[in-house]
């Protein structure tokens, strides 16, 4: 009998993108952060992708006041695995991004592969009215900002996590990515299996085109063979579709209100489980199962 494969579904539950304004789902206080984690968790996924954000003014917020808030409390009601952002936003310095990640030591860490454009503004045409004054100008910022993630950058990230036997969501917007990627990789600052996730939509980074998530895949394929595991997120309307996509060509996925608030077209998502939910439905059409948080684990040879 064939074994079945496992689909690492990550959640991203809240992440840096959008501001509260643009929808009454996005989680923003800790207790809405926890809830949706623990949501997503029993919902089907194996990893949580956190961000913490100001519970007032829902603006992201990378302290370790409020990563202590959320992380006991996940812990303590789930068994999924813990990663933490070191994109924060791209308003912040890297040694700001670094810090809940220094000192909680996470089994996963996010780490973006390139200094890029990160093109928000587009979505000033959508949302007219802002509860909060942060959001307009972080929004409109993005013209002219710089998500900064040098090589230095980068390397800080790779050896303060490497004392803490914390591994990391290698995130790719393009293709240059996968060479620095492969770079550190040679250089044994990256060890086997190397888990990629391709970003797909970002107004900076690579489209959402079947040819581009193609030559992605091919590209990793090739500098990669089978030292890495590969997974996927859509940003906005293309979500579900790279989901499916990845899950065809081998990969995994992610989901979650970090990268779109939708649950369909015009419909915004009433928590990230209902994407969770949507994206199981999608594994167990093809065949395929959810993997466990353990069965994740084992699958990118994390501490545990
Ligand atoms: N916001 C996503 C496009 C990070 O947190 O390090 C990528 C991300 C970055 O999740
Ligand atoms: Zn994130």
């Known amino acids: 009998m064939t074994k079945q494969r496992k689909i690492i579904i990550t959640c991203a539950v809240t992440g840096a993108i959008h501001t509260p304004s643009m929808s009454p789902h996005l989680p923003v206080t800790p207790a809405e952060i926890i809830d949706a984690a623990i949501g997503a968790a029993e919902a089907g996924a194996a990893i949580i992708h956190l961000h913490a954000r100001n519970p007032v003014t829902g603006q992201p917020d990378q302290s370790i006041e409020q990563f ?5 409390a996940i812990k303590q009601r789930t068994d999924c695995v813990l990663n933490i952002t070191t994109g924060g936003s791209p308003t912040m310095s890297i040694d700001e991004r670094l810090r809940p990640v220094a000192e909680f030591k996470p089994e996963v860490a996010s780490l973006n592969m390139g200094s890029m454009n990160f093109g928000l503004y587009p979505m000033l045409s959508r949302y007219g009215n802002f509860k909060h004054e942060w959001e307009r100008p972080y929004l409109e910022g993005s013209r002219d900002r710089v998500f900064r993630n040098t090589f230095a950058d980068i390397e800080k990230i790779l050896t303060t996590c490497a004392e803490n036997g914390t591994r990391f969501e290698i995130e790719c917007y393009d293709i240059g990515h996968l060479y620095t990627c492969a770079h550190f990789f040679e250089r044994g600052l990256l060890k086997a299996p190397v888990f990629i996730q391709s970003v797909f939509g970002i107004l900076g980074g690579i489209g959402t085109h079947n040819e581009d998530v193609m030559h992605m ?6 500098l990669f063979g089978d030292d890495y595991r ?3 997120l859509g940003a ?4 579900m579709a790279i989901a499916m996509q990845s899950m065809l060509m081998g990969g995994h996925l992610r989901v979650g209100l970090e990268d779109s608030l939708w649950a369909g077209p015009g419909r915004l998502a009433e928590s990230n489980a209902e994407q969770v939910r949507l994206a199981r439905q999608m594994v167990e059409a093809l065949g395929f199962a959810v993997a466990t948080p353990n069965e994740a684990r084992d699958m990118l040879a994390l501490k545990g």
């Open 230 to 232: 590969w997974s996927v």
């Open 236 to 239: 906005g309307r293309s979500q």
């Open 217 to 222: 895949k091919r590209t990793a394929d090739r």
């Open 68 to 72: 202590g808030a959320l992380l006991p």
